[in-house]
């Protein structure tokens, strides 16, 4: 899978969630559910299989469907394999039994089933905003919550999804570990970057966000306040987001940061230089080492970072990611 670049200035940063497809609007009444995930017994067994061997024993045939991954970065260890399932022409598909299936090479022995829930990233009608829920917007995205990857390097990867007549699959993008080592891991400390708050641009907050209207989570700068509260940072932008799913993001956390402030402040970190694609990528950016948007970080109290989110997640996602800087 090739990278995806914002825009020929903006030098390496790569739109990763769900690839720039043209999917299907948001719709529906603004709920905010999840699709479980199917059994793991409802696929086969990779029974120290290889991935050929897997998809010989299994029978199953080409799908027409296409796979496509929502997150470029993987690190050593358990990472979120978040992905898309499209149609042929690029249409968005919600209702899709899907698991994933991991190998190092073609000769290793195949990790899986993973399968996978449908994350909705619908928010209540009062934070869904007028960039979010146009055309070709993101509605949902599948999501593994835990593939262990042990070790660096290139992976193979194979989709099994079960349809009307029996089981497809699909070659899926090999992802790469362990190729981003500047971005902030867990339980490592992130680089105090400064971001401008609303006192700074004199309350005009279209000069440091492009949502419309522009969110609320401008109040405080994060390098004031990292090491002191818990803190969430998000680095998106919904007008200029090629992936499309940046303004659904921004809504989602919109809506959380209402359940969780004060005891927990949101900062929402623009992409470009005065929200111009032309000036290139802001230097908060590249202290982090990001080459893809959006991120969001999960920074508790002691400064650390407790949990990252790469791409599209729903409102129960975040809610539950939240747990690891505001144990219940």
Known sequence: MPRLRLHPAATALACAALLALVIAACGG???ETTRPAPAAT????????TIGELLRDSGAKPTKLVVSPAALVFDKGPN??????FTLSQEQVENADVALYFAKNGKSKVQGPYPARLESLETKPAYRAQTSGAKGDASSVYVVPKVDFNSDGPWLA???LKGKNGLEASRVPSPVVGDNPRIPEVGQRPPAIQTLTAADVGGDLEKIDTRVPPDQMHKVDFAEVLGKKPVVLIFATPA??????CGPVVDVAQQVADE???????IHQEVYVDNE???GVRPQLKEFGLETEPWTFLVGKDGRVKDRLEGAYGVAELEQAMQTIVPG
């Not at 969780?260 to 949101?266: G, L, T, W």
């Open 29 to 31: 009444g603004g709920e």
């Open 42 to 49: 409802e696929f086969p067994s990779a029974n120290g299989k």
């Open 80 to 85: 979120r394999y978040p992905f898309g399932v």
């Open 158 to 160: 194979v989709a099994m």
């Open 240 to 245: 200029l987001c090629q992936s499309r799913v």
């Open 260 to 266: 969780y402030e004060p005891e927990v402040d949101f």
């Open 277 to 279: 694609i032309a000036k």
